[in-house]
């Protein structure tokens, strides 16, 4: 099989140096906050690139796709100044305060519509919400194979191997395309984008689809549609200023061993 | 009573202590059943020792056949037990493995899925869990609202519960699609016993961070005087001084222990997402100025290279 799509996963979050909060109705605020192009999905437009660039006897096509408020134009944006050729932007008010299970059900669709590609990539985790669980989920609806949680990416011809540091071992992991792969930050610097890079985005193309577009029923996401609900968000009480002491002669040592002691850890 | 689904969570027919946990929280809603998938030369003692926590059944699943194909089989295993047994809630270890086989099965059935959970509880007919979000800062409470409840739950949310359950064993022969044998693990190497506490699991963790230099022997030297779990900076692991499993962080493992050490760790952003819901947090930094003293309850400004090595001496000598 020659490779000629790939699909990168891009999603727009809000910084987390910046004060992250929750709306009223307990979903995370997306609009009032600074977002950016996801950290960790950055390395996953770099994995995509660098494929797109080892294989350079294939036409491959990089599209990054992208379902979130009208700012989230930025996620792509940024992607397409890396280097990736196209952009789509899934933007509708009804997928607002949607799930997991929701985002990889408008994800599937978009994906549906662009062409089912070889190669899905995606992040090890959206830094917002993060629950390393929508590749698998796009897998499960797309029914293809998934190799997430990359830390090295090889392909060749049809296979792509990857490794990974599982919780019980260091793994290698075969699969065959189509699939869906996500990939780690020990999977390698991503790149910024050069000035080059940055003029060229401009031109680059840019589809924004609506939930009509998809097919998708306004019913089948958003904050309504979601299979779980949040009943209560507590904000976590500042911790009480601890005792801060300097070592002078040793003496930080005893009063550390102290603390324990009177902690009972000893 | 209603069945509740645990998936066992083993290395080789080693039952992992997570297992335990959930089943302790599994007796909270219903009945325990737990689900091994494995070896069939292992399932008489997996069997035993999930019982002894409270298994009242143990769905044994010969994967004789699936061995090494990844997240899609189990799910797919969990899909055909549940549609059998119709259990109140489905109980799967928050690891990486466990979330994808969570995001995969909730496909399936239709169900809500929650991951992360720090804490189930139930609250007359609704089984509410608890999530620690935004790098510790907000605790959420949620709940399935469609279809049966599936939930990840993190290491350390309940205490293990000795106390016999039933133990009924029944093999149960899945069906597996061809489509789900397609992606496989063709090399795995056990990770290296380091004699230590699993990081997740520990009761203390004592980590270090590029103030170590690179010698990590003062950070463990007191781990082990604490009997604890040793943790990495991204720092530390992307310099090569400790694997990327040792890593707590944003992008490494997420630990909340009843006390974590932080040695020559400045205190970032990524970094604290993976620790500040530790119960006592204690630093040694040479910089009084460290992000990391504004967590602290206890902290030490000076040098690892000696603080460290004489409180060990002294926790040594005071344990006698
Ligand atoms: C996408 C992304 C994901 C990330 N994920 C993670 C993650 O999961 N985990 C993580 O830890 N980081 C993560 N980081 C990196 C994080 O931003 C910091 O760079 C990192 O945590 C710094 O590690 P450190 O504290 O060991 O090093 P530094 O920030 O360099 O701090 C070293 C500290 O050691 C002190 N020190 C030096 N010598 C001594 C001595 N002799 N005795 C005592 N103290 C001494 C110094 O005063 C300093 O405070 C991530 C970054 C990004 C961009
Ligand atoms: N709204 C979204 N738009 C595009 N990609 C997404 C979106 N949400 C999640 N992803 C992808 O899925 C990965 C894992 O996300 P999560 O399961 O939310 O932690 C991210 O790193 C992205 O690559």
Do not use: C
């Amino acid at each position: 099989m020659t490779l000629s799509n790939i699909v990168v996963l891009v999603k727009y979050v809000p910084d987390a140096t910046g004060d992250r909060k929750f709306e009223a109705d307990n979903t995370v605020d997306r609009v009032g906050v600074d977002g950016l192009l996801s950290e960790l999905d950055e390395y996953a437009v770099e994995q995509a690139l660098q494929i797109k660039e080892k294989r350079a006897d294939e036409e491959i096509t990089v599209t990054a796709l992208t379902v979130g408020p009208a700012e989230a134009e930025a996620a792509v944006r940024k992607a397409l100044q890396m280097g990736a050729d196209k952009a789509v932007h899934v933007q509708d008010d009804a997928i607002a305060g949607s799930d997991a299970v929701a985002t990889s059900l408008v994800l599937a669709k978009a994906i549906e519509k662009i062409g089912v590609p070889e190669l899905v990539v995606g992040g090890l985790a959206s830094t917002d919400g993060g629950l390393s669980v929508v590749p698998a989920m796009l897998a499960e609806r797309l029914g293809l194979p998934q190799v997430t949680l990359a830390a090295v990416v090889e392909t060749q011809g049809d296979q792509v191997r990857i490794k990974r540091d599982g919780d019980t071992a260091t793994e290698v992991v075969g699969g065959t395309l189509p699939l869906v792969l996500s990939v780690t930050d020990q999977s390698g610097e991503a790149r910024y984008p050069s000035f080059k890079g940055i003029m060229a985005a401009k031109k680059k193309p840019l589809d924004t689809f609506s939930l009509a577009d998809l097919g998708v029923d306004a019913s089948e996401v958003g904050l309504g549609a979601a299979w779980t609900t949040v009943e209560n968000v507590t904000a976590r009480p500042p911790r009480t200023a601890g005792e801060i002491v300097k070592d002078e002669d040793g003496s930080g040592a005893t009063a550390l061993v102290d603390f324990l002691a009177s902690k009972k850890f000893i | 009573m209603s069945e509740v689904l645990v998936l066992v969570d083993h290395v080789d027919g080693a039952v992992r202590k997570p297992t335990y946990e959930l089943l302790a929280i599994a007796k909270r809603i219903g009945s325990p059943s737990a689900v091994f998938i494995g070896g069939a030369d292992k399932s008489a003692a997996v069997a035993d020792a999930v019982k002894a926590y409270g298994a009242d059944k143990v769905y044994v699943v010969d994967d004789a056949e699936i061995k090494g194909y990844l997240v899609a089989p189990k799910a797919e295993v969990l899909q055909q037990l549940a549609e059998k047994a119709s259990p109140a809630a489905i109980l799967i270890p928050a690891s990486a493995e466990g979330k994808e086989i969570a995001g995969r099965l909730a496909i399936k059935l239709s169900s809500g899925l929650i991951t992360d959970a720090v804490d189930v509880q139930v609250n007359g007919d609704d089984i509410v869990t608890t999530q620690s979000v935004f790098a510790g800062n907000f605790t959420v409470d949620a709940k399935v609202v469609k279809g049966t409840p599936i939930i990840a739950v993190k290491p350390n949310a309940a205490a293990p519960e000795e106390g016999a359950g039933a133990g009924a064993v029944e093999e149960f022969a899945a069906s597996i699609s061809d489509a789900a044998k397609t992606a496989q693990i063709v090399a795995s190497q056990p990770r290296q016993a380091t004699g230590r506490p699993e990081l997740t699991e520990a009761a203390i963790v004592v980590s270090g961070g590029r103030g170590t230099g690179g010698d990590f022997t003062a950070v463990e030297g007191l781990a082990d005087a604490l009997g604890a779990a040793v943790g990495a900076s991204r720092a530390a692991v992307d310099s090569g001084w400790k694997p990327h499993t040792f890593q707590v962080g944003q992008t490494g493992k997420v630990v909340s222990p009843q006390l974590y050490v932080a040695n020559g760790i400045s205190g970032a952003i990524q970094h604290r997402a993976g620790m500040q819901t530790s119960k006592t947090i204690v630093a040694v930094n040479k910089d009084e100025e460290a992000p990391i003293f504004e967590l602290v309850d206890f902290g030490v400004v000076g040098d690892l290279h000696s603080v460290l090595p004489a409180a060990t001496a002294e926790i040594e000598k005071r344990k006698g």
